[in-house]
């Protein structure tokens, strides 16, 4: 059983005997905030071993004892298991729901019932951001699919699911202020989205929701050209930013519990605002002296509208180090292709990073990615590429392990699913994948200065992907 449990805890002790465990539980000092972690544990110990977790009468009857201990560091987890039963203590409900995610990789069902062996585990993350990203607007996703992944990232500690609403294929998001943005037959429901947002949350899996601005925007254009423009970018109008601050408001309603509203922010062709009168009058109102000045403010306005609101935004490195001081250093900057501004540029700067480095965090199904063994040749504070214009494909990109990087994320993009027959058979692709590189990104993330070997992780991986297959709906 040594070492099964994916990403490897900080501290772990298996002893040689094994113990009955009666699959009862009891919580102290919680007040409440177990109850949804408990249940969503409980669905998914009755998915792998055909049994629910049940509420014994008192702690001393209890199988599973759950201890709210503050004395703990932030999101750690302790875990003990002996005869007398299994003792967790945790800091709070998050670390909870990674104490039931180890505590079931560790038990087994064998024919008189589930068993634990002696086991010490003491853990907590390093990275608070450990991400998961899928692109849902270039190629459709089943509501079921994004089940799947918060039931992925439960199992892994995966604390992030950024969700790519929009991009120039399609508008996926449920707007009522601009009922014409939505892509007939491509747009999910609100009750879906408060479904899965529910869902994702007694699991200790934040949605990220993402509206791509000012880039990526032809859907915008297409379907509101006199407030969006038509020149393959948002207008930079007074009528725009409005609009957009509009779709932020339903964003944020449906999403209430989300502290991330992710804006884009990458890959825009800013060039094209000067062939624009209104973006003209607008740069000239603001004295803003170029496109790039103009861009910057962009980003800035969008950004401090959301900061307003109590949300904390986040951006893709797109904009000039040149305008730096624009932005609020409260926004967190994904550092992703090392060529707009690279890692350390934006450090200087003041902002804190989250590592989305394209090699090798980048999946883009059926054709580009990387192996689980080059995510654990990474970490979070080193940059890659493939692409020659990018600096970090000629060498890494490597920052101070002292440096304001939150963690990292694999991202998951759909250009290349575009072609495939059938949304069902790109997701299964695209999720194939994904499972088999998130337990080395969980183990980066959660172990900054992990040394697994690539053998190690494959170990385990047979274990927990066993677990995963058992856990899945489909």
């Known amino acids: 059983m040594k070492h099964m449990i994916l990403p490897i805890p ?12 009666a699959p009862t539980y009891f919580c102290e000092g919680f007040d409440g905030a177990e109850i949804p972690v408990i249940a969503a544990a409980s669905d998914h110990f009755d998915r ?32 003990d298991a002996d005869g ?3 003792v967790i203590r945790a800091a709070g409900a998050e670390a909870l729901n990674h104490a039931m995610a180890a505590l079931l990789l560790s038990v087994e069902d064998g024919d008189d019932g589930l068993t634990v062996p002696d086991l010490h585990i003491e853990d907590a993350p390093d990275g608070s951001w ?6 849902l607007a270039r190629k459709w996703h089943p509501i079921s699919y994004l089940y799947d992944a918060v039931d992925l990232c439960w199992l892994y500690k995966i604390n992030r699911l950024q969700l790519h609403f929009t991009d120039d294929q399609s508008f996926t998001f449920p707007t009522d202020a ?16 408060r479904a899965l947002d529910v869902y ?20 915008f254009n ?22 957009l601050q509009t779709l932020i408001d339903e964003i944020l309603a449906l999403f209430p519990d989300a502290d991330y509203l992710h804006l884009g922010g990458d890959e825009a062709a800013i060039a094209r605002w000067d062939d624009c009168e209104g973006c003209r009058a607008y740069r000239a109102e603001h004295n803003l002296p170029d496109v790039h000045a103009l861009y910057a403010h962009y980003l800035q306005r969008m950004t401090d509208y959301v900061l307003s609101r109590g949300v904390t935004p ?9 305008y730096n001081h624009l932005i609020s250093k409260d926004v967190l900057v994904i550092a992703w292709e090392s060529y707009y501004q690279l890692a350390p540029q934006l450090l200087e700067g003041g902002f804190t990073l989250i590592n989305c480095s394209w090699k090798p965090l980048y999946i883009c199904t059926p054709g580009k990615y990387w192996s689980p063994a080059e995510i654990l040749d990474w970490d979070i504070y080193r940059w890659q590429h493939w692409w020659p214009n990018s600096i970090a494909s000629k060498q890494d990109i490597v920052v101070p392990d002292t440096s304001p990087v939150l963690g990292g994320q694999i991202c998951a993009w759909g250009d290349q699913l575009v072609g495939m027959p059938s949304n069902e058979e790109a997701c299964r692709a695209e999720f194939a994948l994904i499972r088999e590189r998130i337990p080395a990104l969980a183990e980066k993330t959660w172990n900054a200065h992990s040394e697994t070997t690539a053998d190690a992780l494959a170990a385990a991986f047979a274990h927990t992907d066993a677990c995963l297959t058992r856990i899945l709906r489909r």
């Open 314 to 322: 986040v951006i893709w490195e797109g904009f000039s180090k040149e």
């Open 178 to 193: 601009y009922p014409a943005l939505k892509t007939e037959n491509r747009f999910y429901s609100k009750e879906a989205l």
């Open 222 to 243: 297409t379907a509101y050209p006199e407030i969006f423009g038509t020149h393959g970018i948002m207008c930079a109008e007074e009528k725009t930013f409005l609009a």
């Open 48 to 79: 792998v071993f055909s049994g629910y977790l049940t509420r014994a009468e008192s702690r001393e009857m209890a199988g599973i004892l759950c201890i709210c201990d503050p004395a703990l560091p932030q999101n750690a987890h302790t875990i």
């Open 200 to 219: 994702a949350k007694e699991r200790g899996v934040m949605l990220v929701p993402e509206l791509d601005l000012p880039g990526h925007c032809s859907c």
């Open 10 to 21: 900080k501290t772990v002790q298996y002893g040689d005997t094994v113990h009955p465990l």
């Open 84 to 86: 007398d039963g299994v």
């Open 130 to 135: 450990r991400g998961l990203m899928i692109d």
